[in-house]
C-alpha cells in the first residue's frame, strides 16, 4: 500500500468520473427513446452499468428515491474503481521490479 501514488489515484477517479458522466448521458438517452442502432451509443449507454456498480445494485431502493445519493454512490464508485486501478497498478510494477532484480546475477 505505500507504493500507491495519491496523484494518480486522483488522475484516475477523475477519468472515471468523465467516463460515468459520458455513459450516464448516453444511457439517458437511450431511455427516452433517442438512440439508434449505432454500436458506439449503445456501448457507451450499456457502459453505465458497469460504472454504477457495485453501490446501486446493492442499495438500489436508497439511489432511486434521491438524486443526491445517486450522484454520492457513482462518487463512491469511482473512487472505488481509481483505488483498485492503482493496487493493481503498483503490485504489478512492484510484481516487475521483483522478476527483474531476481532474474540479474
Known amino acids: 500500500m505505500k507504493k500507491m501514488k495519491m496523484v494518480r489515484i486522483v488522475k484516475l477517479f477523475l477519468i472515471i468520473c468523465l467516463l460515468t458522466t459520458i ?11 433517442g438512440h439508434g442502432d449505432n454500436f458506439l451509443f449503445n456501448f457507451l449507454a450499456n457502459s453505465f452499468y458497469i460504472f454504477r456498480f457495485p453501490t446501486h445494485v446493492l442499495f438500489w431502493k436508497y439511489m432511486y428515491e434521491n ?6 454512490g457513482l462518487a463512491t464508485n469511482a473512487v472505488l474503481y481509481a483505488v483498485l486501478i492503482e ?18 546475477p
Open 23 to 33: 455513459s450516464f448521458f448516453f444511457f439517458f438517452a437511450r431511455n427516452e427513446n
Open 67 to 72: 438524486a443526491f445519493l445517486y450522484i454520492a
Open 87 to 104: 493496487f493493481l497498478i503498483s503490485y504489478f510494477k512492484r510484481r516487475n521490479k521483483k522478476g527483474v532484480a531476481e532474474a540479474t
